[in-house]
């Protein structure tokens, strides 16, 4: 049990370092952004766990630079004396004395010891207790460290890994990965950016320890500097958000951080045979209104916000994909409906375009659509926009216009205002996207369906920037609109 003297110290944490502090998971994780004092709140932990005289254990810090573990055992040294428990003073002990291989530690009168030690995974040879491992997208061997960790953990030890990020295809990633995906299930997930930590007063504190005046401007001020100062990499470093590989625009940890839950969504696939299109038109028609109806219109109808979609026009060749969002706050759109039609006749795609829109305007719900206007589908689109005047905006896609609108969409799945389906294909749309002279453009690729067929042509992607274009065109109110640096500094992740 804490004492009186311990309680009020702990009120020293800012919100995000106590949730870490107060989570008593065997295996727990966190990414973070740079310098906002995760492994400074678990040194006091590590103080917590060993200094008792009942009921301590042994805490091994590890990381890729000798110095940090120099820094966290002095930081546990230092909560040693504020909880008001005696420690050593710091030591350095010899490990191998043939590499002249050193680590630090302090130990306390229960028996505990607290040492920092060389992140390999030989290093935890022969010990018990609890694992830290720090800046782990920067180990050599994480997986091995990680795997030697989990032995310890068998007999009563916990594992807590911290670390920035180090690109999208690092294993401190797949690994965060794997337990959004649910893959790693034992692990509790923790995640704070730059923005978040300083909503939550991280100037505040910087300001109280360094002597300094705080004020909101100044705050302001302190904001904008870190992303002046981090320049071309504010994603990874201050926002959490690891660096894409190969050049795609949308990297994949992006993609996997906006993904909605998956009973928050459907996604409706409608293939005809090429036999189809020489049935009676009276036929055909009746096979596309029973689709709505049974498919469509039952998931439509649960939606109580304003619906947006954006519909990327094909035939035969690729498809027509309807990316349908709700607006669940002003400022977000969340998906609900991924509707894709392949080799559907032209009449029977404009009766399916009567059937949505009509849908969505009789119950009071069509906030706006933005459909793709080249070629075939430019009939389609100016029909929609006479039948529903001011609802519908039709669109041909020009560089100017990619530019505009994947970047909006960026900010947005940045900010995770713009939500994704739990699904490989769809994001498969989005991966191929690429930037090419500062615009975000599809290239003249092809990718496989659920079918191993070449048929798609990042047409999600295309179908869910035309969403956010009739959400910024069409809204009667619409969301403000920030720019790109703006986005970055408009988090609410968490």
Request: hydrophobic fraction near 35%; charged fraction near 25%; proline fraction near 3%.
């Amino acid at each position: 049990m804490m004492t009186a003297k311990q309680k009020t110290n702990l009120e020293v944490f800012l919100p995000y370092q106590k949730k870490w502090l107060e989570d008593r998971s065997a295996l727990k994780i966190i990414e973070k952004n740079r310098r906002c004092g995760i492994s400074w709140t678990d040194a006091a932990d590590s103080v917590l766990d060993g200094a008792p005289a009942v009921g301590w254990s042994n805490t091994y810090y590890m990381s890729f630079n000798k110095d940090n573990c120099r820094q966290y055992i002095e930081d546990a040294g230092e909560w040693a004396k504020k909880f008001g428990y005696a420690c050593s003073d710091l030591q350095e002990v010899l490990l191998d004395a043939d590499k002249d291989i050193t680590a630090y530690r302090i130990t306390f009168a229960s028996g505990a010891e607290i040492m920092g030690l060389p992140g390999v995974s030989r290093s935890l040879r022969s010990k018990q207790g609890n694992v830290v491992i720090d800046e782990a997208a920067f180990f050599d061997d994480f997986n091995s460290v990680l795997q030697a960790a989990k032995a310890l953990v068998m007999w009563g030890g916990r594992i807590r890994v911290i670390s920035t990020h180090n690109g999208e295809d690092n294993p401190f990633n797949q690994l965060i990965k794997d337990i959004r995906g649910g893959k790693e299930s034992e692990w509790s997930l923790h995640r704070i950016t730059f923005r978040e930590a300083m909503d939550q007063g991280l100037y505040k504190r910087i300001c109280l320890t360094s002597g300094r005046e705080w004020s909101e401007e100044a705050d302001k001020e302190f904001l904008e500097k870190m992303y002046r100062i981090y320049g071309d990499n504010p994603d990874e470093e201050l926002d959490v958000i690891p660096r894409s590989s190969n050049g795609r625009y949308f990297g994949r940890g992006l993609l996997d951080f906006c993904t909605a839950e998956k009973e928050s969504f459907s996604i409706r696939r409608l293939e005809c045979s090429d036999s189809f299109l020489h049935k009676a038109d009276a036929r055909k028609n009746a096979e596309i209104t029973s689709f709505f109806n049974q498919e469509i219109a039952p998931a439509l109808g649960c939606f109580e916000g304003q619906i947006y979609f954006g519909n990327d026009f094909g035939r035969s060749g690729d498809l027509t994909t309807y990316y349908i969002s709700e607006e669940v706050e002003r400022t977000s759109l969340s998906v609900r409906m991924i509707i894709e039609l392949h080799n559907v006749p032209f009449e029977q795609q404009q009766l399916f375009s009567d059937l949505l829109t009509d849908f969505l305007d009789g119950r009071h719900k069509f906030g706006g659509g933005a459909i793709d206007s080249r070629g075939n589908g430019q009939q389609i689109g100016e029909h929609a926009m006479l039948r529903h005047p001011g609802a519908v905006v039709n669109v041909m896609e020009t560089n100017a216009w990619y530019a505009k609108y994947g970047s909006e969409l960026h900010g947005l799945m940045e900010s995770r205002d713009f939500t994704l389906p739990d699904d490989e294909v769809i994001k498969g749309d989005f991966a191929i996207v690429t930037l090419k002279n500062g615009i975000p453009l599809i290239p003249a690729l092809r990718t496989e369906d659920r079918n191993g067929k070449g048929k798609r042509h990042g047409d999600a992607a295309s179908a869910a920037m035309l969403c956010v274009c009739a959400w910024r065109e069409c809204a009667s109110d619409p969301a403000p609109s920030f720019t790109a640096c703006e986005k970055k500094n408009k988090f609410n992740w968490w």
